[in-house]
């Protein structure tokens, strides 16, 4: 007993041995090396004392993990990169969507120095910064113009401010949805300062709900896709093109009154906010998609999310979708439609408040040259796991689980499904197969690997962990393969 304490004693490692470990000096310069001399000390002790309770030295694995561990509980910053084995491809709580190559240069390229942000070169004066992304969106979307703001939140929340406040908003029943973290369409059109009008029923609205409804204080139609559920069987629900169609013709019958338009529905506005002169006199055709796609989603066996493009072309006035969901760029709120109305968004004091940083437009401006260059499925991680074949992800599990084999941790492959997620293509799966992983404590197991480095966070289906390589980046397998090998088995 006592000749083997002293044989795992002599196990343990100089400090300076410790730290020169390419992973530990890589830690140090990462977190400064009083830290990391620090916690390297700690372990020694915490070696010890177990050694002295008859357990043995730690291994070389378990010396990285666990000095890793020290460091980084230790370090502040609780806002981390992971790595995402979910399978599912735009997770919200791991923030929605990581950034292509092109798009992290670019944020790293602008944010170094000074920048272009509000300044024009050719004129040398003052330029505006919302100039720089809506060239290309009008370009891909085919809109008139388009503007930049916050999140998709931000974009409705400033539409409806700016074009409803104390007018009517008119939205089928069916579409007064609850996005999550509490974005209510409700409460969101009553803080905008209109008034939701409801139409139609649960499942089903007609045209004439629409029209039968809008009236002289009738600002907007509006359209909530239905972002996060799926309504199927007796449903029904007009056409965007029917919406707008239903406007002009409202705005026709309404334009030999324009005058008592106005009087009925202006008591409280500042002038120049009634819509009805500038124009046409209809109501405004609002659409939010959403996530929306500028990709046909339908192309990789999904079902159709409806398209930014098909949605100018339906003629909507103003049409809102996030930066971060199918898009695959940064968080952003993207409002483009026409001209006129656009520059009213643009001009309210709403529009200072929710604007975004040139880190945000650095990012998405490179995300959408990806599209303009068709090469957005090669280029933006989402579409790039969207468009990820099955085989080839098979490949990929079976090549890890002979990694895994290799470092003696035992593994199955199975099939399975990744999801889209995050508010989008709600119920649609693409194929996939899953790295399984048999535990008999999944959850000590699972909870062990977030607080590796980096932090792991897999699917618990009942003794088993279940790693999805479609939302592993290629660049991060080896990281999952290392913490796996020297991980586990010590659990
Ligand atoms: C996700 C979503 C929003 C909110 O977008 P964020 O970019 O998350 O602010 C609004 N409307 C719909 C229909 C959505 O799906």
Redesign the pocket.
């Known amino acids: 007993m006592r000749q083997s304490k002293v044989s795992e004693y002599r196990k343990l490692p100089a400090v300076d041995k410790l730290l020169s470990a390419p992973e530990i000096a890589a830690l140090a310069a990462a977190y400064g090396s009083g830290p990391v001399t620090e916690a390297t000390r700690a372990e020694l002790d915490a070696a010890r004392t177990a050694i002295e309770r008859g357990e043995p030295a730690p291994t070389e694995g378990q010396w990285r993990t666990r000095i890793t561990d020290s460091v980084l509980t230790a370090s502040s910053s609780s806002l981390r990169p992971v790595i995402n084995a979910t399978g599912v491809i735009i997770h919200t709580n791991l923030g929605r969507t990581p950034l292509g190559s092109g798009a992290q240069d670019a944020v790293v390229r602008l944010a170094q120095g000074y920048s272009t942000l509000e300044y024009d070169l050719e004129a040398g004066q003052r330029g505006s910064r919302h100039a720089h992304p809506a060239r290309l969106l009008c370009r891909l979307t085919g809109a008139e113009d388009a503007l930049v703001v916050n999140?998709?939140?931000?974009a409705?929340f400033l539409a409806l401010t700016a074009l409803c406040h104390g007018r009517e908003v008119i939205v089928s029943r069916g579409e007064l949805?609850e996005?999550g973290g509490g974005?209510r369409i409700p409460d969101v059109l009553r803080q905008s300062g209109a008034t939701l009008v409801e139409v139609g029923t649960t499942n089903r609205t007609h045209p004439h709900d629409f029209s039968g409804a809008s009236g002289p204080r009738t600002a907007a139609f509006m359209r909530?896709?239905a972002?996060?559920f799926k309504q199927i069987g007796f449903v029904k629900k007009p056409e965007l093109s029917e919406l707008v169609e239903i406007a002009r013709e409202q705005g026709a019958a309404r334009s030999g009154g324009a005058a008592e338009v106005v009087d009925a529905g202006a008591a409280s506005e500042p002038a120049g906010e009634v819509q009805s002169r500038v124009y046409g006199d209809g109501p405004l055709v609002i659409d939010?998609?959403?996530?929306g796609t500028l990709l046909d989603t339908a192309q990789f066996g999904l079902a159709p999310e409806p398209m930014v493009q098909s949605s100018v072309q339906a003629g909507a006035d103003v049409i809102t979708f996030?930066?971060?969901?199918l898009l695959g760029g940064p968080?952003a709120?993207l409002i483009v439609g026409k001209a006129e109305l656009i520059g009213r968004l643009r001009a309210h004091p709403l529009a200072r408040a929710l604007r975004v940083d040139k880190m945000t437009l650095a990012a998405l401006d490179a995300t959408l040259q990806s599209y303009r260059r068709g090469r957005a499925t090669a280029e933006i991680p989402v579409w790039r796991m969207i468009a990820e074949k099955g085989d080839s992800v098979q490949e990929r599990a079976r090549a890890f689980q002979r990694h895994l084999t290799a470092a003696r941790v035992e593994s199955a492959v199975i099939p399975g499904r990744s999801t889209i997620g995050g508010?989008?293509l709600p119920g649609e799966t693409l194929p996939t197969s899953l790295v399984a992983l048999d535990m008999p404590r999944p959850d000590s197991a699972a909870a062990s690997l977030r607080r590796a480095e980096p932090p792991i966070i897999c699917r618990i289906q009942k003794d088993r962990l279940l790693f999805d390589l479609r939302t592993v980046l290629p660049e991060q397998e080896q990281a999952l393969l290392e913490i796996l090998s020297n991980r586990l088995p010590i659990l």
Do not use: E, M, P, T
């Open positions: 999140n998709n939140a931000a409705v949805v996005i974005f909530i896709h972002s996060n939010d998609l959403g996530s996030s930066g971060d969901k968080q709120g508010g989008s």
